[in-house]
């Protein structure tokens, strides 16, 4: 059976998106294709994972990366899932290892968890590797860029992505430019406008700077002029002392 690197297994409130305040577990995996200069997410595997021996006891054992992939199914089965909406498959990018994901993820959608699959929306060829086993992707559109190649390939995932439940996010900075906005929004519109769109103020981090709330009144009602559902919301787990 194969291996899977693991940064971090944890159970915590959902802190971004539609969903945000839904009690999840977390399991983040290591690796990004992307370099984004906001991201406040360690990506490294280590070496060993920190692991409740009980989810919710305090108590803790470690274990040794990568974990085979029927361990981390048991772990993941620990957790109390009458507590819990779904497990979080989060990173750096999950889909780095979808190979590793199309074991893991039917072990655990057979005992009736929900998938919530939290993506840069790069890797469609990836996606269609787990697609039969996630119910939610929360799939975001990296701003600024330059390069064509990610428009299209954002394109094509969100076009898959409408087989399941589906929302886009989008993370603003003060200088986010309009012409990176519009972009964003008619390649929404484009796939389909009735798919719901956050636009989600950074966090201030290393000198990038927080919207004003005339910009982000301004860009709502910008992106709301071709979708129909478009929502402003902060990552709420940052007020509650959660990085």
Known sequence: ?????????????????????????FLRLPGCNLRCPYCDTVTTTLQEL?????????????????????????????????????????????????????EL???LKEKGIKIYLETNGTLPEQLLQVMPWVDIISMDIKLPSNDDNLWDLH??????????????KIVVQEDTGLVDLE???????????????ILQPVTATRGIVTPKPYQLLSWQSFFLQKLRNVRVIPQTHVF???L
């Open 1 to 25: 059976m194969l291996k899977l690197p693991v940064t971090e297994v944890f159970s915590s409130i959902q802190g971004e998106g539609p969903y945000v305040g839904v009690r999840q577990v």
């Open 50 to 102: 920190r692991q409740e021996r009980d989810p919710g006891s305090g108590e803790f054992s470690v274990i040794k990366n990568p974990i085979s992939i029927d361990t981390l199914s048991q772990l993941l089965q620990k957790y109390n899932f009458s507590l819990h909406h779904s497990i979080s498959v989060t990173g750096g990018e999950p889909l780095l290892w979808a190979r590793e994901l199309s």
């Open 105 to 107: 993820l039917p072990l």
């Open 155 to 168: 394109k094509s995932f969100l076009r898959l992505s409408l087989q399941k439940e589906v929302f886009v």
């Open 183 to 197: 972009y964003a929004r008619d390649l929404i519109a484009e796939v389909d406008p009735l798919i719901q769109t």
């Open 240 to 242: 509650m002392g959660q």
